[in-house]
């Protein structure tokens, strides 16, 4: 362990030009990094909307304004719900001309085991 004290410390400071310099390297590289994932992100999103625009028939680019929203979500899944256990538990005409109807379920399933015997 050295004793003299001239040299425990540095004699010189950190020369700073060549801090200066890696920081704005840091900086331009940061920058272009961010403009090529900009580029990547904006090719990859016309293509991915070209591709959904002719695959599917409920792609909509623009929403109508006069399109109803949702307001009240709860609500609107308690009706909904409502209305397909409704739909469940009572017979009703799906083709009345030609004499299709829909069967409440614990009937459909008394059907089911019935021609399965």
């Known amino acids: 362990?050295?004793?003299d004290r001239a040299s425990t410390y540095e004699h010189s400071d950190a020369r700073v030009r060549?801090?200066?310099y890696t920081g704005l390297g840091l900086v331009v590289l940061?920058?272009?990094g961010f403009v090529g994932a900009s580029i990547v992100t904006g090719l990859f999103e016309r293509r991915t909307n070209a591709e959904f625009e002719d695959a599917s028939p409920l792609f909509v680019r623009d929403v109508?304004?006069?399109a109803p929203l949702l307001t009240d979500e709860p609500a609107f899944a308690a009706q909904f719900v409502a209305e397909q256990e409704?739909?469940?538990s009572r017979y009703?005409?799906?083709d009345e001309p030609n004499g299709v109807v829909h069967l409440p379920i614990?009937?459909?399933m008394e059907l089911i085991v019935?021609?399965?015997k």
């Open 18 to 20: 060549p801090l200066v």
């Open 30 to 32: 940061c920058a272009i």
């Open 86 to 88: 409704k739909r469940l």
């Open 64 to 66: 109508p304004k006069d």
């Open 114 to 116: 019935e021609e399965s």
């Open 106 to 108: 614990e009937r459909a």
């Open 92 to 94: 009703g005409w799906i």
């Open 1 to 3: 362990m050295p004793t």
